[in-house]
């Protein structure tokens, strides 16, 4: 079992940046591809951005050029750093554990973010 901690979201302007954190109960990042995802209200959720064991990232297009994913195994944490945040990209995000070899996929709970003037 892998719990999921998300933290960071909030309300900013747009053009503002925020940076999401997502902590592991244990250390799974030699393992699992983390991912984040979001669901914005009336939509369904979908990829944000995602970094496998080997450190391959794959981002959506919405966000490419303006997200950055990245992890640090010794703090069992991963990172969504946002920038020239849009309206569009409000919504709840959610950090996501998978494993390919055994299917074990773990969500967190969630963290609004916000983007308005």
């Known amino acids: 079992q892998v719990q999921l901690v998300e933290s960071g979201g909030g309300l900013v302007q747009p053009g503002g940046s925020l940076r999401l954190s997502c902590s592991a109960s244990?250390?799974?990042?030699?393992?699992?591809?983390m991912g984040w995802y979001r669901q914005a209200p009336g939509k369904q959720r979908e990829l944000v951005a995602r970094?496998?064991?080997?450190?391959?990232?794959t981002y959506a297009d919405s966000v490419k050029g303006r997200f950055t994913i990245s992890g640090d195994s010794a703090k069992n944490t991963v990172y969504l750093q946002m920038t020239s945040l849009k309206p569009d990209d409000t919504a709840v995000y959610y950090c996501?554990?998978?494993?390919?070899?055994?299917?074990?996929?773990?969500w967190g709970q969630g963290t609004q973010v916000t983007v308005s003037s």
């Open positions: 996501n554990a998978f494993r390919i070899l055994t299917g074990y996929n773990y």
């Open positions: 244990r250390n799974i990042f030699n393992i699992y591809t």
């Open positions: 970094i496998t064991s080997t450190g391959t990232t």
